[in-house]
């Protein structure tokens, strides 16, 4: 799905005297590395405070900590995500709510989010969702209106811009009270082991979030607040430093991958392709970290039988919808508010989608696709 070889291959100049300062220093934890890289973010992003952490899931986890969410307090997430959403949520304590998503972004509904506020609603965690940004605008009003915190979760989407109802352009992950991402090695920046962090433009809850990723210290021991360990370590950061610059290269190539694949399926009646790439002014959205086909009267599993069998790799983002899952299955949650995402768990598939596609790979892994569909329909 990913080629991290190919991609470390054209960067290694970069990265290994990058690794090697560190390696040299011996500033492992903390070092200037992880504060250059946090700084060249900020700048990057357009957000005032970047807090590197251990992973993305430890990142949504601080960031609920952070705003001081209490036991019993609900959350509102969409039900097609990856658990890490919902996993710290429960952690915590806190109550999840999911909500089932839209059938064109695949990004949590709206108006399902509106429908599941009661008294005891905290906060709404949107998801940008394969590299999609939700939609904002529309969760930051009704934020406001119910006094709610936003969390975004943008570990598949850094890099991606929002075009807000007014024409601005902010990026994923800067227009929520805080953000998380994941730096894992296949995300859209991702480093060679884990890696996460923290966005906001709020001082204080940077404040908070920053001694709470360090043991709840400011002072050392002196522990003022219960915190965990959760640091980005100083060779991730040099690599995550080397590759930031990049980013955008790297987010135009993934579009230009999902371009193609779209010309390779148009107007078939039996795919749906991607939104995302359409509108001029919407181009730079779209950050594809995932390419995914909503397929019609196809049979997938053996579509992706036939893809493996091809050496194509495929994935299935997600197979199983969260309210589904033992862990957080609840009686309050009813089957007909979630029939998006049933549908969806039921008729998905991602294709390969990295910076390093060439358009050799591109047309045997569309024509593998069409030749299946074509025939088999
Ligand atoms: C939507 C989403 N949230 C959170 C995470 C968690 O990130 P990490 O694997 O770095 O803990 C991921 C990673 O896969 C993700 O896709």
Do not use: W
Not at 1 to 19: N, T
Not at 67 to 89: H, K, R
């Amino acid at each position: 799905m990913v080629d991290l070889q190919g991609q470390y291959a054209k960067i290694k100049d970069v990265v290994d005297p990058s690794i090697e300062e560190v390696m040299n220093s011996a500033a492992f934890i903390n070092g200037p590395k992880v504060h250059q890289f946090q700084k060249n973010l900020e700048d990057y992003l357009g957000v005032k405070h970047v807090i590197p952490c251990a992973n993305g899931t430890d990142a949504l986890q601080i960031a609920m900590m952070g705003l001081g969410l209490q036991p019993g307090d609900e959350v509102i997430t969409a039900d097609f995500t990856f658990a890490a959403t919902v996993e710290v949520i429960a952690l915590l304590q806190l109550t999840p709510v999911l909500v089932d998503v839209d059938p064109v972004t695949f990004n949590i509904d709206v108006n399902a989010i509106k429908k599941a506020i009661t008294p005891k609603t905290k906060a709404i965690v949107p998801v940008h969702l394969f590299g999609l940004p939700a939609e904002m605008d529309d969760i930051m009003a009704l934020a406001k209106a119910h006094n709610l915190f936003v969390i975004e979760d943008n570990a598949q989407a850094i890099g991606a811009s929002y075009t807000h109802s007014d024409g601005r352009k902010t990026k994923a992950g800067v227009i929520g009270d805080v953000a998380s991402t994941s730096f894992f090695p296949s995300k859209n920046l991702g480093c060679y082991g884990d890696g996460g962090a923290i966005f906001t433009n709020n001082d204080a809850l940077a404040h908070r979030i920053r001694g709470i990723v360090n043991h709840g210290m400011y002072e050392r021991y002196h522990h003022d607040v219960v915190g965990v360990n959760s640091r980005l370590d100083s060779i991730q950061a040099a690599v995550l430093d080397a590759k930031l610059p990049h980013l955008n290269s790297y987010n135009t190539a993934r579009r230009s991958a999902a371009r193609k694949y779209n010309e390779a399926f148009k107007n078939h009646p039996s795919i749906i392709t991607p939104t995302g790439l359409d509108a001029d002014d919407h181009s730079d959205e779209h950050v594809f970290h995932q390419y995914t086909l909503n397929l019609k009267g196809v049979d997938r599993d053996a579509l992706v039988a036939h893809l493996q069998s091809n050496n194509i790799p495929c994935g299935v983002y997600y197979p199983i919808p969260l309210h589904r899952q033992k862990a957080y299955s609840d009686e309050r949650y009813n089957e007909a508010d979630f029939t998006v995402t049933n549908q969806l768990v039921k008729t998905v598939i991602s294709l390969p989608m990295h910076t390093e596609l060439d358009d050799e790979q591109i047309n045997f892994i569309t024509s593998t696709v069409l030749n299946f569909i074509n025939s088999n329909s």
